[in-house]
């Protein structure tokens, strides 16, 4: 297993498109966790997968943005009718079970620019 | 509410010299704090973590951090830079309770000249 991967790297939308991209985690992790980074700052926390299960979601998610899990490997995050502030690199990462020192195993990334 | 602050946006060091990038957190609890790395069209990569059991956490690439209750801090350190070194470095605090993502400090961009 060669880690997170995460596909498109890049995605350049106009405004008003829906775009969605697909993050497959390593294999034996159950959770699966999205980051949203803009240019000059941390990773933001968005949602958070227990194996199916979403089980956490931060209110920076509005309701333009939705993200699944359906057979608890890989996920989609999809954003709706896309505007300029939503241009970021979205991360997403995975780890096993386990208490917090568990590492989490970032991806690449795919990076948004919304025109 | 757990967070952790970096004080310097952009740290510039000689080749050789040493590197101390810093980083403060809040918390009413014992955090569970991270450093991470992330070059260029990247993802974060962990450096090294705290786990209680000892101050003094030794990572990779020669990095290592000191846990500094007194202070806050968990700043992370490196003897001797190497140009390999220059990349962006996140401190990061994970809460102890039942969430289980990562609060992210706004990132240190380092720089190293030769």
């Known amino acids: 297993d060669t880690g997170v991967s995460q596909d498109p790297r890049h995605k350049i939308t106009k405004r008003g498109q829906n775009v969605t991209f697909r993050c497959d985690p390593i294999s034996e992790h159950n959770r699966l966790y999205w980051y949203r980074q803009t240019l000059g700052q941390g990773p933001e926390f968005l949602t958070y997968f227990q194996n199916e299960a979403q089980l956490e979601k931060s209110r920076l998610l509005s309701d333009r943005f939705s993200a699944e899990r359906p057979k608890g490997s890989f996920s989609t995050l999809e954003i709706q009718r896309t505007e300029q502030g939503d241009s970021a690199m979205y991360l997403c990462a995975s780890s096993s079970s386990g208490g917090p020192l568990n590492e989490q195993y970032f991806g690449p990334g795919t990076r948004l620019t919304v025109t | 509410a757990q967070s952790v602050t970096q004080l310097g946006s952009h740290v510039s060091v000689s080749e050789g010299a040493l590197v101390l990038l810093r980083c403060n957190y809040s918390?009413?609890?014992?955090?569970?704090l991270f450093w991470y790395v992330q070059y260029p069209n990247q993802g974060l990569q962990l450096l090294l973590k705290y786990t209680s059991a000892a101050t003094l956490v030794k990572g990779i690439n020669g990095f290592e951090a000191e846990f500094k209750k007194s202070e806050t801090s968990f700043h992370l350190t490196k003897p001797s830079a190497h140009m390999s070194d220059a990349a962006e470095y996140f401190c990061a605090v994970r809460r102890s309770n039942t969430g289980n993502q990562f609060y992210f400090g706004t990132g240190t961009s380092l720089t190293v000249i030769p």
């Open positions: 918390s009413s609890v014992p955090p569970y």
